[in-house]
Each structure stands twice: as C-alpha cells, then as structure tokens.
C-alpha cells in the first residue's frame, strides 16, 4: 500500500502566500508524475500542476506565473508554492501519485486534501 500525505494549508488573504506539501510512502518502487488537483464547492476536481519523474513541470492557465511545483525524488515529496493567491484559489487540494508498487504495476493514488481559503 502507498499513502501521501499532505500539508500545508490554512487561511490566508488575497494576495498571500502558501506552501503545500506531499509525501508518497509505503511500498514503493518507483513515482511517476506527482501533482496537485483541487476542487471548489459545486465544481468539478482540476488539475493544478504536474511534475514528471525527470522535474518536468506543468500547470494550469489559471495559475501559470503564481504557482510552482517542485519534487524530491529521493525523499518522495512534491511541493506546492502558491503565490499572490486569489479568492477563486480557495478549494480543496489533493496530491497525486502515479506509483508503481511491488508488484510493478502502476497505480494512481490520491491525499485526503487540504483545505485552502483565500479571503479577507
């Protein structure tokens, strides 16, 4: 089994800053792309930023410029740093985990979500 953990997140005002954090571990032998989703009320979850394996990264449009993902292979970590942070940022954010376990078969595994609020 494989679990990530989260943390990181909390209130803050519009135009603040957060830092989020992820840690893959359990019964691991590789982790491929790792990367942050969110979900506000009412909407459906999205993408926020991904990072392969090789330090790749991606976003969405809506955070390009504010938003950084970065990873640490050899502790199993993928962070999340958002800046100049808006009240439409505010929503659940949940890590992402492409892993292959044991058994060499690839599996995508999620964190229980952390609750980001941006208002004043």
């Known amino acids: 089994q494989v679990q990530l953990v989260e943390s990181g997140g909390g209130l803050v005002q519009p135009g603040g800053s957060l830092r989020l954090s992820c840690a893959a571990s359990?019964?691991?032998?590789?982790?491929?792309?790792m990367g942050w989703y969110r979900q506000a009320p009412g909407k459906q979850r999205e993408l926020v930023a991904v990072?392969?394996?090789?330090?790749?990264?991606d976003s969405a449009d809506s955070v390009k410029g504010r938003f950084t993902i970065s990873r640490d292979n050899a502790k199993n970590t993928v962070t999340l740093q958002m800046n100049s942070l808006k009240p439409e940022d505010t929503a659940v954010y949940y890590c992402?985990?492409?892993?292959?376990?044991?058994?060499?078969?690839?599996?995508?595994?999620w964190g229980q979500g952390t609750q980001v609020t941006v208002s004043s």
């Open positions: 992402n985990a492409r892993v292959t376990g044991l058994d060499f078969v690839n599996r995508n595994y």
């Open positions: 990072i392969t394996k090789g330090g790749n990264p």
């Open positions: 359990g019964l691991i032998i590789s982790i491929n792309a």
